[in-house]
């Protein structure tokens, strides 16, 4: 991959254009979900969200009226993950299910429609369970990754990566296809992903036709300050197999600051990786003590 490309420079990879890339503002989208993808279906716009406990509804009733958690983002337990459920007030659910999941509310993945809310498909057939939703369309299907057992592992980590996908993803009773893509070798987890098409149009890896960013905080079974990004890619026909790393000592975007929650573009020649690099949440124990020294440099960088 080219190393330029995939070197940031705080949120955005470095690139060179002779014309800038066209953004429209379609304007603010409130939610009550964890990750979200918006993607275009034939000229309808999708939201693909992550549903938790304490992101199902506002009051944390409905499904999980085990669930204590109220808001999403800070909670008042200080041992939870950003964006997971508080289940520290919960007492109608099992020690067993509370073990498996990390709380009484395992995820789930939906599918809704941004203009008129309309939950289409919820959950996605097999997804119960599964964390940090990102998807895409290709080939005529709707392709949803998600990780596993987010909620019942050390560190909230994951080691292994699975795509859901449809050819009819608007039809509460479409069928869906599953399976497992990536298993993270000794030295890497797995926290948020994000997969774009490339197509063979990369001159320097013509085999290359599917590239996923990684966010993990290990390499080479080495810990990070905080979330780094590497990248996987296949060469097959379709994004649901043949998945492998691409040498992450060699090739991932910084190791001197954050940089979480990748998205990935390929675009005429050239790769494009967003990423946060701000401290998450200090009130549930996430404060990436270095962020602001980090951020500081990040702004100094882009100036």
């Known amino acids: 991959m080219r190393r330029a490309a995939a070197a940031a420079a705080c949120c955005l990879a470095a690139f060179t254009r002779a014309e800038p890339v066209k953004m429209e503002k379609l304007g603010a989208y409130v939610m009550q979900a964890g990750e979200t993808s918006f993607v275009n279906w034939r000229n309808?716009?999708?939201?693909?969200?992550?549903?938790?406990?304490?992101?199902?509804?506002?009051?944390?009733?409905?499904?999980?009226?085990?669930?204590?958690?109220?808001?999403?983002?800070c909670v008042s337990n200080a041992s939870a993950h950003v964006g997971y459920v508080d289940c520290s007030g919960c007492t109608s659910c099992s020690a067993a299910y509370k073990k498996a999941y990390g709380s009484c509310a395992p995820e789930f993945f939906q599918v809704v429609d941004y203009q008129t809310l309309e939950v289409l498909v919820s959950p996605i057939p097999g997804t119960e369970g599964f964390g940090f939703a990102a998807a895409f369309v290709d080939s005529g299907k709707l392709w949803v990754y998600g990780t596993n057992g987010i909620n019942g592992t050390a560190n909230h980590a994951a080691t292994q990566v699975s795509c859901f996908s449809s050819a009819d993803p608007t039809n509460a009773t479409g069928a869906w296809e599953s399976s497992l893509v990536l298993t993270q070798p000794a030295g890497y987890d797995v926290y948020n992903t994000d997969v774009w098409?490339?197509?063979?149009?990369?001159?320097?890896?013509?085999?290359?036709?599917?590239?996923?960013?990684?966010?993990?905080?290990?390499?080479?079974?080495?810990?990070?300050?905080?979330?780094?990004?590497?990248?996987?890619?296949?060469?097959?026909?379709t994004p649901d197999r043949g998945w492998k790393l691409v040498d992450p000592p060699n090739n991932h975007?910084?190791?001197?600051?954050?940089?979480?929650?990748?998205?990935?573009?390929?675009?005429n020649g050239w790769y494009y990786v967003a990423t946060t690099t701000e401290g998450?949440?200090?009130?549930?124990?996430?404060?990436?003590?270095?962020?602001?020294?980090?951020?500081?440099?990040?702004?100094?960088?882009v100036k």
């Open 44 to 73: 309808r716009t999708l939201v693909v969200q992550a549903v938790t406990g304490n992101t199902r509804t506002a009051t944390g009733a409905g499904v999980y009226p085990c669930c204590s958690c109220t808001t999403f983002g």
């Open 197 to 237: 098409a490339v197509g063979g149009a990369d001159a320097a890896a013509p085999q290359r036709r599917y590239l996923m960013s990684i966010e993990v905080n290990q390499i080479a079974g080495k810990r990070t300050d905080s979330w780094a990004v590497v990248f996987a890619e296949t060469s097959a026909s």
């Open 280 to 301: 998450m949440c200090p009130a549930a124990g996430w404060d990436n003590k270095s962020a602001g020294t980090q951020r500081r440099r990040c702004r100094k960088q």
């Open 253 to 267: 975007v910084t190791d001197s600051f954050m940089t979480a929650c990748p998205a990935v573009r390929f675009f």
